[in-house]
Every structure is written in structure tokens, then in C-alpha cells.
């Protein structure tokens, strides 16, 4: 049986992998023919940015590595390549005063080629002389143990807690995606709540499902309904339509998790937990873009907006045909990446470190262009017929290749993405380590950390913020840690 599932397995990654080599070298062909500049620029781009799949699930890839590695080839070859391709070359998010010169256009693959190889040979310097995880992980969990003893009254806790937090948060807008709280809420307690929902309550669940698989040495499809809920959940409370990134991070660390700890390989597991995450995520982008339709805007994608004559009607009447259109066009265009770059190039003369500079002098304005959005010529929505005026002006972003550009030197760019890799690497090593080599939780904050540096661009100076959090969350999982193992989690 043990055969059957590890040949199963394997056959179902052979069918990804020839799956998505196919895939790739039919847009890669397509875009070199449609490609407007340098072939041979377009060339080595493509093979930069696509050495970043293998470079993400290479045998010593950290999960930051892993998270980033996709989403630069999202945000940069696949969404550039889908763009020549399909849109004719035309932008759907906004490019500033780019001009489309074959000039333009190589530049700018230019700079996201010295991002992205800075990026990946700072990866193998972390390999080959900082550090790498533990082939095999052992741990010597009791079977009767604190976790063991309270396993369903913790779960439904736990069940309890999220729901209640996703509950409030809904009810009285504490934080939602581009609206602004309609009370108001002390400091510390939105901070709190804004802290949870972004990934403290996932925090928690990898925490509990790292001490369940230690435990009982099995995956229980219960206990992932339950964690990918809250993602779920959470993500429908604030408005967003991330929901995925944080429940993949789970997923994927319980994966690597598994095999590093000698449990076998469960498939019929895997694919449940999959199908579950896939089938949620869909509920959640679909709900949040109707929710959305009726806060700020009917869409984006050509089935939202060829009818405008009645907006209100167009905002209560869009159809699951709509809907789709809608999840197809923000899969190909809402990838940040690219198009920072292509803005940011468009305004070589102003490309200084003293813009970079300025950059972090940036103070937080919900209702007037950003930085990046002045600077860059990036047109903004005008939000005056919104139905509710509480909104927050949407930002655009240029991504940290983009805004390290700011400079226009290659060489700072280079040397910048070498410096934050390899911090946000010990970051991910130190959550490791204080959890008590919990991969869970470590790729859960490898994650975190990948989605905030591909959205990087606004309010940098408050970077802090964020990682101030993650220190607090890998200390409050240090401490939870102690108290399980005080009774006596451990021979």
C-alpha cells in the first residue's frame, strides 16, 4: 500500500511538472515572437526568471525562498509574457508614462534581471555557507501529553476564538481592506486584531497542527478543515481576497514538515487538503468581489465593465460568468512586479538616491496619491461616487525591485536585494529555531515576509512594523511552546 501511494504520488508530480513545462515553453515561444525588443534579451529573461521555479523547490530551498521564487516569476515573466501575449502588450495596472519603445522595454528587463539574480545568488550563499534545515527532524512526543489529553477542547477553542474575532471585526469594520474603521476603536486593540487576522490566528493553527502530526503521528483531514476555515474566514471578514497565501504557506510547511519527521506520505490527504483550499478560495475571491462590487467599483475585467449605463444595477445583477472573468483577469494582471518596474524606468531623469530618500520621509494619507503614484505619474481611481465614505484610496505599488530602483543604479539594487534576502532568511531560521523547529510555523513567516517585499512600495519607513510583529509572534509561540512542553509534551 506504502508503494502504491509513493508511485501515485510520483506520477501525479511528473503530470504537474511536464503539465507546467508545457505550458511554459508555449508561452515562452509566443512571447519571444511578440517580444517588440532584444529576442536575446527576452531570451536570458526567460531563462532567469524561470530557473526561479527550480530555485523555489530545489532539495535545500528555504520557505522564503520558496514563496518569493514564485511570486518574481508571477509578478515578472508570467504576467509580462500573458501581457504580449494576450493583451497585446498593453498594461492592465498602470505603468505611469512608460512609453512602449523597444528601448523601454529592454531596460526594464534588464533591472528585474539584476533583482532577480541578486535574489537567487543570495539563496545559494544562505546554502552553501549560512545555513539550511535539517535533513531529518526528531521529536520525542508522548502520546499522553497536555495537547493529547485537551485535544478537542482546545480545537473547539480555537474554533470559538477565530470566529469571534472574525465576527467582530466584520461587524464593526475594525480592519478591512479599503475602508477605514467606522468607530472609533483604540490603538492597541486594532492593532491587536489587525495582528490576528493578518497571520496570528494562523500563527495559532500552526502551532496546533505541529503538536496534532508530533502527537499522534497521523493528519487528521478534520484538524485541516478547521485551519484552512480560519484562513477562509479571515480573509471574508477583512475584505481580501488573499486567502490563499497563508493557507498554501500551511499546507506546504505540513508537507515539508511530514517528510522531514519519516511520517509516510498520506496522498489521499494531500489532495483533500488541496481541494479544500482551492474550493474555499474560490468562495472567498468570488464573495469578496461582490461585496467589493458593492463598496467601491463594478470590476476590472471586461465582463464587469462593457456595461456601465446603470451602475447600481450592473453592482446587483453581475452573474458567476461575470465573477470568473473577473478571477481571470486579476490572476494575470494583479501581480506586482513588472509594471513597477516599466514606471519606475519610464522616469530615468528623476532616478536618484535622493528620491530613494525621500521615499522613507513617506507619511500614511488615505485619500491622496502615495509617493510612488506622484513621482510616477500612476493614475489613481477617483473614488467620489463611492456608495460609502469610509473608503481608503487604494494603493499602487511598484514592488522592492521596482522601488529600490528608485536610485537607478543596478549596483544598489544588486547589493540591497542581496542584504534583505539573507536577513529575511535568518528571520525565517530564528522562528525555526524559538519554535522549536516548528517548519510550520517557519514557513508560515517565510511567506509573510516574500508577501510583503513583492508589495513593497508603501510607507517603507514603516517596515518596522511588520517586522516588529513577526518578533512578537515567534515570541508568543516561544512562550506557548514552554508552557505545552512544562507539562511535560516531551520524554
Known amino acids: 500500500m506504502l508503494y502504491l501511494h509513493e508511485s501515485k504520488l510520483i506520477f501525479f508530480l511528473k503530470i504537474c511538472k511536464y503539465s507546467i513545462l508545457t505550458f511554459i515553453s508555449i508561452l515562452f515561444y509566443f512571447g519571444l515572437v511578440n517580444y517588440s525588443g532584444n529576442k536575446f534579451n527576452y531570451l536570458l529573461f526567460s531563462i532567469i526568471s524561470n530557473f526561479l521555479i527550480y530555485f523555489a523547490f530545489r532539495r535545500n530551498s528555504i520557505f522564503f525562498e520558496t514563496f518569493f521564487s514564485l511570486l518574481l516569476w508571477l509578478g515578472f515573466w508570467f504576467k509580462f509574457s500573458c501581457t504580449i501575449l494576450l493583451q497585446e502588450g498593453l498594461f492592465g495596472e498602470e505603468v505611469g508614462s512608460f512609453d512602449y519603445s523597444l528601448f523601454s522595454f529592454d531596460k526594464s528587463l534588464i533591472v528585474s534581471q ?5 535574489f537567487i545568488l543570495s539563496g545559494y550563499l544562505r546554502e552553501f555557507f549560512i545555513f539550511n534545515y535539517p535533513q531529518k527532524i526528531k521529536y520525542n512526543f508522548k502520546k499522553v501529553n497536555f495537547f493529547s489529553k485537551n485535544r478537542i477542547k482546545i480545537w473547539i477553542l480555537f474554533i470559538i476564538i477565530f470566529i469571534m474575532i472574525n465576527f467582530l471585526n466584520y461587524y464593526f469594520k475594525i480592519y478591512q481592506k479599503g475602508l ?11 492593532g491587536i486584531f489587525k495582528w490576528l487576522l493578518l497571520f496570528g490566528l494562523t500563527s495559532i493553527s500552526s502551532l496546533l497542527i505541529f503538536y496534532e502530526i508530533n502527537t499522534f503521528k497521523f493528519f487528521f483531514i478534520s484538524s485541516s478543515l478547521i485551519i ?7 480573509s471574508l471578514s477583512m475584505l481580501s481576497r488573499g486567502m490563499i497565501f497563508n493557507a498554501l504557506a500551511l499546507a506546504f510547511g505540513i508537507y515539508i514538515f511530514s517528510k522531514k519527521i519519516n511520517i509516510t506520505s498520506n496522498l489521499k490527504y494531500h489532495f483533500k ?21 458593492n463598496y467601491f467599483y463594478v470590476g476590472k475585467s471586461t465582463e464587469f465593465t462593457k456595461d456601465k449605463q446603470s451602475q447600481e444595477n450592473a453592482k446587483k445583477k453581475f452573474n458567476l460568468t461575470q465573477l470568473n472573468s473577473e478571477i481571470i483577469y486579476l490572476a494575470v494582471n494583479r501581480w506586482v512586479g513588472i509594471d513597477g518596474v516599466m514606471a519606475v524606468v519610464s522616469k530615468t531623469e528623476k532616478l536618484k538616491t535622493k528620491l530613494l530618500i525621500d521615499s522613507l520621509k513617506e507619511k500614511k494619507n488615505t485619500k491622496e496619491a502615495n509617493f510612488y503614484e506622484r513621482n510616477f505619474n500612476i493614475k ?6 463611492q456608495l460609502y465614505k ?38 525565517e531560521y530564528a522562528a525555526f529555531k524559538l519554535s522549536y523547529n516548528n517548519l510550520i510555523f517557519s514557513a508560515l513567516i517565510g511567506q509573510v515576509i516574500a508577501f510583503r517585499f513583492i508589495h513593497f512600495g508603501y510607507l517603507p519607513n514603516q517596515t518596522y512594523y511588520l517586522f516588529g510583529t513577526i518578533f512578537i509572534t515567534i515570541f508568543i509561540i516561544y512562550l506557548l511552546n514552554n508552557f505545552l512542553r512544562k507539562y511535560k509534551t516531551y520524554d
Open 273 to 293: 487538503s488541496f481541494f479544500i483550499i482551492i474550493a474555499l478560495f474560490y468562495i472567498s475571491v468570488n464573495y469578496v468581489n461582490y461585496i467589493r462590487a
Open 390 to 427: 469610509n473608503y481608503v484610496k487604494g494603493n499602487i505599488l511598484p514592488g522592492i525591485i521596482g522601488y529600490l530602483f528608485y536610485s537607478g543604479s543596478l549596483l544598489l539594487l544588486f547589493i540591497s536585494i542581496f542584504i534583505l534576502t539573507i536577513t529575511s532568511s535568518l528571520i
Open 380 to 385: 489613481t481611481i477617483d473614488y467620489s461616487n
Open 228 to 234: 484552512f476555515s480560519e484562513t477562509f474566514l479571515t
Open 180 to 190: 477605514l474603521p467606522i468607530y472609533d476603536i483604540n490603538f492597541f486593540v486594532s
Open 114 to 118: 539584476v533583482g532577480i539574480i541578486s
